[in-house]
């Protein structure tokens, strides 16, 4: 049951998960001061597709990314830029589908993890089977407006005027 809900994207958490190994103690209390959570990049990525820039369709499926218009690339720390779709190993395609070209996602952070073949990356694309339709509201770049988020110092104000103890809130920052 989850008894922490983001305050910019709304994601479930479970309070002794954040404060347990779910995420890294200081997204935790990020999580927990209401800056956002790692699913809505602490309030950096649109909301209205995800950042990912693009619009999801309902006709149709896309057999790739099944309409979530990004994938994730996998390669192995061997000095070759084989970027590889994670999950396409089938035993048709042993050695996965491999993308040439990719077009890295709005946020592409890279993950370094092992596996038995040794350590590999893990990094967001957009899909390359998906036509782009760009998102209305980020006109295709994923991030959030600037308009869209609270300013701090409002915030901030908004607090201070709500209570009768300031210094309390100030404990907090």
């Known amino acids: 049951m989850s008894d922490v809900i983001c305050a910019v994207c709304g994601e479930p958490w479970d309070y002794y998960g954040l404060k347990h190994g779910d995420v890294t103690p200081t997204e935790g209390r990020r999580i927990l001061a209401g800056e956002g959570c790692p699913c809505c990049h ?6 209205a597709c995800r950042g990912t820039g693009r619009v999801q369709r309902s006709s149709g499926t896309c057999p790739t990314c099944f309409n979530y218009h990004v994938v994730t690339l996998v390669t192995l720390m061997r000095g070759e830029e084989r970027w590889v779709i994670q999950g396409s190993v ?66 901030m104000e908004s607090a201070l005027e709500a209570t009768d103890d300031p210094d309390a809130i100030l404990d907090l920052w």
């Open 90 to 155: 089938t035993p048709a395609s042993p050695r996965g589908r491999v993308v040439a070209d990719p077009v890295w996602a709005p946020f592409p952070e890279t993950e370094r993890f092992e596996c038995r073949d040794g350590y590999a990356l893990r990094k967001r694309a957009l899909c390359p089977d998906c036509e782009p339709d760009y998102c209305p509201a980020c006109k295709g770049t994923g991030k959030r407006n600037s308009q869209d988020k609270p300013h701090l110092d409002a915030m």
């Open 42 to 47: 602490f309030g950096e990525s649109c909301h």
